[in-house]
């Protein structure tokens, strides 16, 4: 049996080292696409994860995300890059002075890909469903200003007014995430209290029916899901042409990460949608020397992973350990961290330190130089014989005034690179302070559960975020939202600080003077920055890959990053 | 080649236990920029000629792409005997990567040492532990026989087919979040001894029920020797089984360990282990461009194929014998 293993692992080295081999020498370059957009073609990208549910308000997974962009249509879209709002579905839209009331104007002679008319009513519908307790859509709560949802009526079937409820900061932004549902397809399901269920993983695609640039023609689980264009898509491009300009875009699925970079390699893949690893990037330098694929920076990532202690008045998880939550503590950490080292190390220089949560990423709401907290162990060590704790016996281990350890437990995500060595840089540097650190590897479930029910003393992980602007992202910044990562649900704010960010965010997402908006932003920023509830180190640079045959895209810092913009990518050459 | 193979081992069972001194640098030290960095190379020659083994300092040219030079300007002298290790260099000319540096820029060389230490003893704990345990309870079984024997083969069976890493997963999730080094350690050896016994005892009680009926034995009960003094008679009929149970046991465990750290249920990063260390390799990028990451695979690999060439002999004095092995420990059984 033994001798068994040893041959299929010596065969399965063999396997490997011969599939990165041929993966170096197949494939021919490729022109780009400098001829212009050609109309035609099948395009291949990848996927880590299965869709369960192709209805996008009922399912907040990045894959249910991915089919509504390139299946459904939005009434704008908020420009990744720049900013700027593009008419959709809705071709103008005028507000009153005091931004509450909006009028939209819908696109005319637009066809849902089944050849039903598109009109107000499935605007309507759409709100309907959003707000409707039995969907308990998870893009209700983005889709209210201060908690109160958007009131939404028909002038006729080609004008929508929509009123919100207070002044809201954002403003119209949110709709960008709101696909626009087909009435006459869902109205029953609504109905009927089957609306969850009516656009699972197991729909006939004839079942469905859309406003986006393709048509999701089959889903194989576990292979792939095939989309093809929609014939009465909407859009033309300036020359006139129809839009989308690829035939197909089939989305295999690729759970691991390896395989989706072989395949991309080995040009079975013309791109993915996940994240590219800072250490895979030498092998994609060379496939883009050899002409095979071309890499796109995409900016620097609004995602920052969070480094946080459990502040939790009376948690028992960090009982019997008070200089946990003290401030000082936090702070000599943040000065015993080299985030220079873990750009160097983690991201291989693909990265940008950060000191906060807002970063270069985040354009106009970030704030060069706030809240920097140099790398210095002098300065550390002294915070840390402040409050208390020296090293008592000698071990080269800290000791509280009780003689007990100064040693802490850090939850990280099993199976996530950056994560998992995040924490060991970490775990070596507070060594250098005598601060032992026990790194903790879970899977993703694991580590949320520790974090929900408050069993942890420090955790480092991150959620994702498709918003660069803070007031849609207020569960983190509100001391009861549940994204507040230290102390989360709070009933009444624990410390002044936080009551005082309390009331400066909602003040800002109650402003629409954008002005306004930033400088208290940057007051909150400040807060955050003088109390340090929590730790961030390093921002990363995406790079995103791309088949050298495709053209027309726009890498963008969001997921994802490639096809968000689908009806303008189009493909040079056949696939061989 | 047994020969040959007893040399690797033993070999193996020095540099583990002299990994202190041996290893140029703390396993644990990071060096920022040294991430993914080659092994360095001995040399003897210059330009000017021939010298004392010397090595270059590297210099990283571009981080991305973890292009590292040697900086030819200088040479670079090994200090033998010097600031508590066996060779070392001056700490100004960066660190001294025989094998090579990990993601993190750490030494793969002191942490394959160090790691050694864990690997290897976790196998030997585990591999004696089952033999002691098997030994016991299948020279009781042989020599008892009737109920008190098939309850024991009963058990055995048992055993055979649990599970045993969704076990290790349910253990785990008993134990509080954080368990240290040595308590790892010892929880393994302890697994791997209940997850191994019953081979071991099969095949004693095999041979103690068969000796058992032999003339010696028989001279034994008449003049009066008890249960426990009768056993004493009968089980040095099977210290070549066991001898060999131990060569054969001793690979199986040793990836078992691997298998065990690299989907993160052994032992964690700040406490090298084979296992752990190969976590570093699984990536591609690890084969296409950082190879000396496979170093782990390639030592337990080495190690792995000198107790097979050990137990050679062993695999035709019991060819009946059933082994446990690396599927059967950290597997499903099937």
Known sequence: MTRSRLIRLVLAVALAVVAILVSRRVGTPQPDGEAGPRRGGRLVASFRTEPTNFNRLVEAQPVARLAALLTQATLLRVDPNSGAFEPRLATAWTGTPDGLTWTFTLRPNVRFSDGTAF????????????????????????????????????????????????PFGPGLTILDSLPILPRHKLQAALDAGTFRAAWSAGVNPADMAGLGPFMLQEYVPAQHMRFVRNPNFWLTDAEGQALPYLDEIEVAIVPEQNAELLRLQAGESDLTTGGTRAEDLAMLRDAEAAGRIRLMNAGTAIDVSTFWFNLTPGAKAVAGKPWLTDESFRRAVSHAVNRQAIVDTVHLGAATPVYGPITPGHGQWFVPGMGETPFDLGRARTLLTSIGLEDRD??????????????????????????ERTSAV?????????????????????????????????IYFGAQSNSADPANNLGFWLSNGGFHYWNPGQVTPATEWEARIDTLMQQQAATMD????????????????????????????????????????????????????????YVTSERR | MRRLAAWVLGGCAVLAAAAPWIAPNDPVSLFADRAFAPPMAWHLRDAEGWHAPFVYRQQLTD?????????????VPLRWFSAGRVVAIDPGAGPLLWCGADALGRDLCARLL???????????????GALLLGAILGAAAGAAGGRFDTVVMTVADFVLVLPIVYLVIVLRATRPLVIDTAEVFVMMSILFAIAAWPDVARGVRAIVATERTRDYAEAARAAGAGPVRLIGHLVPAAYGFLRVELVLLMPALLVAESTLSFVGFGFDGASPSWGGLLKDSETLTAMYSAPWLLLPAVALFVVVLALQALSGAGATISPGVRRASAVDIAAPRR
């Not at chain 1, 307790?133 to 949802?149: C, D, H, I, K, T």
């Not at chain 1, 954008?514 to 790079?543: G, K």
């Not at chain 1, 895209?553 to 490639?562: E, F, H, K, S």
């Open chain 1, 119 to 166: 009109t107000a009513a499935d605007v309507l519908f759409t709100f309907q469903a959003l707000y409707d307790e039995r969907v308990g859509s998870p893009l209700a709560s983005e889709m209210r200003a201060n908690g109160q949802p958007l009131q939404v009526r028909a002038l006729d079937d080609h004008h929508v007014v929509l009123t919100f409820p207070v």
């Open chain 1, 394 to 419: 000698g071990d080269g281990v800290l000791e509280d005034k009780a003689n007990r350890p100064v040693r802490f437990s850090l939850l990280t995500q099993r199976g996530n690179t950056e994560r």
């Open chain 1, 426 to 458: 970490v775990q070596e540097q507070l060594r250098q302070v005598g601060i032992a650190v026990d790194v903790v590897a879970l899977d993703g479930g694991g580590l949320v559960g520790r974090f929900t029910s408050g069993d942890y003393e420090a």
């Open chain 1, 514 to 569: 954008r002005a306004e908006r930033i400088r208290l932003f940057t007051e909150v920023q400040q807060l955050v920055a003088d109390h340090v509830p929590a730790l961030w180190f390093a921002a990363a640079n995406i790079t995103v890959p791309v088949n050298a045959r495709v053209g027309g895209v726009t890498a963008a810092a969001i997921q994802p990053p490639v096809l968000w913009n689908a009806e303008r990518l």
């Open chain 2, 63 to 75: 981080r991305i792409s973890r292009t590292y030079v040697e900086d030819r300007q200088q040479r």
């Open chain 2, 114 to 128: 160090h790691g050694a230490r864990l690997s290897l003893g976790v196998a030997l704990l585990g591999a004696c």
